[in-house]
Nanobody, 124 residues
Framework: QVQLVESGGGLVQAGGSLRLSCAAS????????MGWFRQAPGKEREFVAA????????YYHDSVKGRFTISRDNAKSTVYLQMNSLKPEDTAVYYC?????????????????WGQGTQVTVSS
């Protein structure tokens, strides 16, 4: 079992920044690949970013490339999502996720464990 707890969400104006954190426990963090997803009201949960175990490989949805950065601190068992140049369309509940098996890192099906989510609201 893996437990994930997100934090760092909030209300920000368009063009602003937020940093989300996700603390993991229950397994050796350095062995986990991590992902961030988001779900806006009335929409499907969508992939945002992912980072592999080593931290050398990262993946992003096209809509956030150049604005969001995913990173990890294995010593703190924490993955981060730095979000800059935020837009109203980034408003959503953001979830971190992980899995203990191989899978496609850019799809929901590739993850088995999810946090409770943190709300991000970007005002225009």
């Amino acid at each position: 079992q893996v437990q994930l707890v997100e934090s760092g969400g909030g209300l920000v104006q368009a063009g602003g920044s937020l940093r989300l954190s996700c603390a993991a426990s229950g397994r050796t963090f350095s062995g986990l690949r991590m992902g961030w997803f988001r779900q806006a009201p009335g929409k499907e949960r969508e992939f945002v970013a992912a980072i592999l175990r080593s931290g050398d490989s990262t993946y992003y949805h096209d809509s956030v490339k150049g604005r969001f950065t995913i990173s990890r601190d294995n010593a703190k068992s924490t993955v981060y999502l730095q979000m800059n140049s935020l837009k109203p369309e980034d408003t959503a509940v953001y979830y971190c996720a992980t899995a203990l098996r191989p899978g496609v890192v850019t799809t929901r099906a590739g993850y088995d464990y999810w946090g409770q989510g943190t709300q991000v609201t970007v005002s225009s």
